[in-house]
């Protein structure tokens, strides 16, 4: 017979709302399978840590991570926030915490002019133990992305058993493009822990509500507003994961409407709480109209009478980060893809990006989840329609099992004791919309913008979608295995390979793309060339004996601080002589260029001096464009090609001008 919603006995409901055990209740009885992925997840995470400080050892501060950690210091130090308002303090904060323990210095009576000036600031100061501090900080960043694959492991293993939980752990732990943000001061990787600690926690609560999971939520929400100014999102997505994931009304459920109010009182409240202790509390409750905006957006919201004057209970820093957001987002930014150039941006930049970005093996995964989902679908609308046919998925027999794992087992699997139930048949499309609807904030308007210069800004939806890849696990739990199963299999087994490139994660894409090497013809910018190479730089000269060389460096650390003797190559027309050319630059991409100083000695700001007086040379259009004629005689990582153009290379290339003019 079948029965409403709202009169299924209370025991089947709290199977579904909160289909895995606590880890409490399991600990003592773990099976050998649970003891594995449990180590395995370990493993994973241990040694994505050690890679990642390999990798921090080993390149240049990349060219955001210049000035974020100096300004970390800077904030330990004057207990200001004012600083390059546009990204907030914690994740600056935590990573400058060893510097601060360890004595770094910073001159903090140097007047701030720009967050450029405070990065040279620091790197001159602190010249014989700089790399040093920026590994430190780098390592604290590893601390974090290390946490966020820690939570999709129990999220995964919560919705989807035991050893989704390790692949969702592989799955991060094994991605390149997870790696180098995760071994860089940036707020990418922050952001990303941001989101996947709200939203569980938000799932968590919702499926088992209680007071004390709305305050856990409530503080990682407003710690997430510290960490990046996309996770504003959360605010929204907090209520669309609650609609989604809130146990089924009726007579069984103990939450009443007034409970629901208390907690997100408790959440909302909370989170305000935090973003407020963030700033120390420092200019909150300040109204729109006592604020000096750049933005058109903001400008205007000055305009509209009732808001003008309500006072905000959030700091001004706070309000002012999404003014700086809004006032970037207002200009026009070059965009590489697919060996074009665009000021508008392009529809498919992220979905292409991630195409060529992402371990193939993890691509697999996604799409043998898809066929898993359909399969489930299928599956629950043939029982609707006849319960005497066979399932077409058999599920193995477990006879380590208790009962109610059983019956657990069972609804997992469409074969519910309640024949088309549409609660249980709802479960599933609930979480999948819970992950797939973050993901669609993100790409949907990032796509529609112009501002795409790295798949790192929509970073925070890679956990989500390792998530709902590692539920294609559920295919090995099946007692006949076919194509799917092995693929699964395969493409587990194959995520590892992705690695191979280390330390040069930054610069990897797929065996699809054609790997690192034939990356620049696809994506250029933060996807393979942000300024880490120079390091690997200064050493071949050193080894080559090259004493000076036209350079085109794409980063914001001085060739001169690593005693590098350069020239900007000139610009349209070669000339015979040894050059270095980032990426960016070699495909034409406008952007300043640090320029040589007359003494040789990198700019090295003082009291007296705050600014330094030599000007960065502006780079056009394709002003090294003519570099991609030329066969380069080697590279430094994946980021910066050597030329050595003789008279007769030169020659060749003013052959191929004029004939290529008649044409």
Same mark, same amino acid.
């Given at each position: ?47 994505? &840590? ?6 921090? #050892?080993? @390149?240049?501060? $990349? ?52 967050? %450029? ?19 430190? %900080? ?7 992305? %290390? ?15 035991? &050893? ?53 939520? /409530?503080?990682? @929400? ?7 100014? $996309?996770?504003?999102?959360? &605010? ?140 489930? #679908? ?8 006849? $319960? ?65 210069? /790295? ?59 054609? /790997? ?37 460096? &794409? ?17 349209? #027309? ?38 330094? $007086? ?22 430094? /990582? ?6 050595? @153009? ?18």
């Amino acid at each position: 017979m079948n029965l409403p919603c709202n009169q299924y006995p209370r025991r089947s409901i709290e199977f579904v709302v909160n289909p895995a055990p606590s880890l409490s209740a399991n600990a003592p009885q773990l099976t050998q399978k649970q003891r594995w992925c449990r180590r395995g997840v370990v493993i994973c995470l241990a040694v994505q &840590f050690l890679l990642a400080c390999d990798t921090a #050892r080993w @390149l240049t501060p $990349t060219h955001d991570e210049y000035w974020h950690l100096p300004l970390g210091l800077l904030i330990w130090k004057t207990d200001r926030f004012d600083y390059d308002v546009i990204n907030p303090p914690l994740l600056r904060l935590w990573a400058a915490l060893p510097l601060v323990v360890g004595g770094a210095k910073l001159d903090i009576g140097v007047p701030y002019s720009g967050a %450029g000036i405070t990065g040279d600031l620091f790197w001159t100061t602190n010249i014989e133990h700089r790399m040093l501090w920026f590994a430190w %900080g780098r390592a604290m960043v590893a601390i974090v992305n %290390g946490s966020t694959g820690w939570l999709l492991a129990l999220w995964g293993r919560r919705w989807f058993g035991e &050893f989704a939980g390790f692949a969702t752990a592989l799955l991060w732990c094994c991605c390149p493009t997870v790696l180098a943000n995760g071994s860089l001061v940036t707020h990418d990787a922050a952001s990303a822990f941001g989101f996947v600690a709200t939203l569980y926690a938000i799932v968590c609560w919702c499926e088992e509500p209680g007071a004390r999971r709305a305050a856990i939520a /409530g503080v990682c @929400l407003g710690i997430a507003q510290l960490l990046k100014v $996309t996770c504003v999102l959360l &605010f929204p997505l907090a209520i669309i994961t609650w609609f989604l994931i809130r146990p089924i009304p009726g007579a069984t459920v103990s939450a009443r409407t007034k409970t629901w109010i208390a907690h997100w009182s408790i959440v909302f409240g909370l989170s305000i709480a935090v973003i407020n202790a963030g700033y120390l509390g420092q200019q909150s409750f300040h109204s729109l109209q006592s604020m000096n905006f750049a933005s058109q957006r903001f400008q205007q919201l000055q305009h509209i009478g009732w808001l003008r004057s309500l006072p905000l209970p959030v700091p001004r820093s706070y309000v002012q980060a999404f003014d700086r957001v809004a006032q970037d987002l207002q200009n026009q930014h070059p965009v590489f893809l697919d060996s074009q150039w665009s000021v508008t941006g392009f529809r498919r930049y992220y979905v292409e990006a991630m195409a060529y970005k992402l371990p193939l093996g993890a691509w697999m995964l996604v799409v043998l989840s898809v066929l898993l989902c359909v399969s489930r #679908r299928r599956s629950v609308v043939t029982k609707n329609t006849t $319960t005497s046919s066979k399932s077409e998925i058999t599920p193995r027999p477990d006879t380590t099992q208790s009962s109610d794992a059983k019956q657990l087992s069972v609804i997992g699997n469409e074969r519910s004791c309640f024949p088309a139930d549409p609660c249980l048949r709802s479960n599933d499309w609930r979480k999948q919309a819970t992950l797939i609807i973050p993901i669609l904030m993100l790409v949907v308007p990032a796509s529609l913008g112009s501002n795409q210069i /790295g798949i790192r800004y929509i970073f925070p939806i890679l956990p989500l979608f390792y998530l709902f890849a590692a539920q294609a696990t559920n295919w090995l739990a099946f007692a006949k295995w076919r194509w799917r199963q092995w693929l699964v299999l395969a493409s587990l087994v194959s995520l590892p390979a992705s690695l191979r490139y280390h330390p040069h994660h930054l610069a990897y894409f797929n065996e699809w793309a054609g /790997g690192p090497v034939h990356g620049k013809r696809l994506l250029i910018d933060s996807n393979l060339d942000w300024g880490q190479d120079l390091h690997g730089l200064a050493a071949y000269l050193r080894e080559a004996k090259i004493e000076k060389l036209g350079l085109a460096y &794409f980063g914001t650390v001085h060739p001169h601080s690593l005693h590098i003797s350069y020239a900007i190559p000139p610009t349209h #027309r070669p000339l015979p002589g040894d050059y270095a050319i980032s990426v960016n630059f070699e495909a034409g991409r406008p952007f300043i260029i640090r320029s040589p100083t007359a003494d040789g000695r990198p700019p090295t700001p003082t009291r007296e001096q705050p600014i330094p $007086t030599s000007e960065p040379y502006v780079a056009d259009f394709e002003d090294f464009g003519y570099f991609r004629f030329f066969q380069p005689r080697g590279q430094i /990582g994946y980021s910066i090609y050597l030329y050595h @153009l003789t008279a007769e290379d030169v020659a060749a290339y003013y052959q191929a001008v004029k004939r290529a003019r008649r044409l």
